[in-house]
């Protein structure tokens, strides 16, 4: 089977020949790979555009992380049934004050370990 020929438009019939250095030829390659293009169409889009947006997906399975987030879930499903209880017209009582206090203070505790791991990751930005 014959591959498809481009149309008029998309045919690139013009080179443009740039020499580089080993370092900027690495900085050029590694980055359109980063960015999920070939070299040629990244040159090609750095030159038109003046830029090339790289996402990068940080994907952390760190336990205390993960402990983290199951806290903040278990929080907020106590808050939600809090919350729940008083819409359904519950009378405020001091138990159910003493709990939303609780959750107040997980909630403190639990930023404070946030911004200390953050700090660790980052190297205290």
Sequence with gaps: MTRQKKEKELVRSHLIALRVSDVEYEMITETAKEAGLSASAYIRKMLLEGNVNVRYEVVADI???QKLVTEFARIGNNLNQIS???HMGGARSIAMQAEISKCITELHDLREEVI???GDFSGNH
């Design 63 to 65: 336990e205390e992380i």
């Design 116 to 118: 200390r791991l953050a």
């Design 84 to 86: 729940k209880f008083f």
